[in-house]
T-cell receptor, first 114, second 116 residues
């Protein structure tokens, strides 16, 4: 069964600290994985996309990694800021013929406290 | 550019009432989507459209209808609202996907719907 599981479900850290969020998927065949950030009361915003051949990609203080062998991706946030408080969602596409379905994770809720 | 906008932001309905949610985008995107987001569940696709005048069913289409008469607008209708349709509804839009890379979807701010 195609699934995307994220951990932890929620996380609280102090401002300035680093954290790592996990996304495990069982989607096959795999082509790419995208991370979204969703602020409370807002729609998701894309942070980065990881394709099959990529291992690491940075976007400012956000660094995503991908291990296609173990079917895991992580999102590392460096020197966290209060504005990083949000839900972080990973999503992986599955394909059946020409039909594509996006499998959305439940997200990790991150709270950055002063 | 406003990006993706949704109206209304919040609505309370009684069971059996009808309503239409409006989504508008000014990015000239071909694709548009309607999702619902519920606690403990990932985003679920209701309906989508790959171009003006075309619509298709997503994962959870029952109880909803859509129309895409203009490229920039995507309407979601509830003909007879039920408490199970209490949710946050998000509209999104994107360019057509190229190759094997999933396209970036741009989301609106959401509509919070409460059905009593």
């Amino acid at each position: 069964k195609n699934q995307v599981e994220q951990s932890p479900q929620s996380l609280i850290i102090l401002e300035g600290k680093n954290c790592t969020l996990q996304c495990n998927y069982t989607v096959s065949p795999f082509s790419n994985l995208r991370w979204y950030k969703q602020d409370t009361g807002r729609g998701p915003v894309s942070l980065t996309i990881m394709t099959f051949s990529e291992n690491t990609k940075s976007n400012g203080r956000y660094t995503a990694t991908l291990d296609a062998d173990t079917k895991q991706s992580s999102l590392h946030i460096t020197a966290s800021q209060l504005s990083d408080s949000a839900s972080y969602i990973c999503v992986v596409p599955t394909y059946a013929g020409n039909n594509r379905k996006l499998i959305w994770g439940l997200g990790t809720s991150l709270a950055v406290n002063p | 550019n406003a990006g993706v906008t949704q109206t209304p932001k919040f609505r309370v309905l009684k069971t059996g009432q009808s309503m239409t949610l409006l989504c508008a985008q000014d990015m000239n995107h071909e694709y548009m989507y309607w999702y619902r987001q519920d606690p403990g569940m990932g985003l679920r696709l209701i309906h989508y459209s790959v171009g003006e005048g075309t619509t298709a069913k997503g994962e959870v289409p029952d109880g909803y209808n859509v129309s895409r008469l203009k490229k920039q607008n995507f309407l979601l209708g509830l003909e007879s609202a039920a408490p199970s349709q209490t949710s946050v509804y998000f509209c999104a839009s994107s360019y057509p996907r190229s190759g094997g890379v999933t396209e970036t979807q741009y989301f609106g701010p959401g509509t919070r719907l409460l059905v009593l």
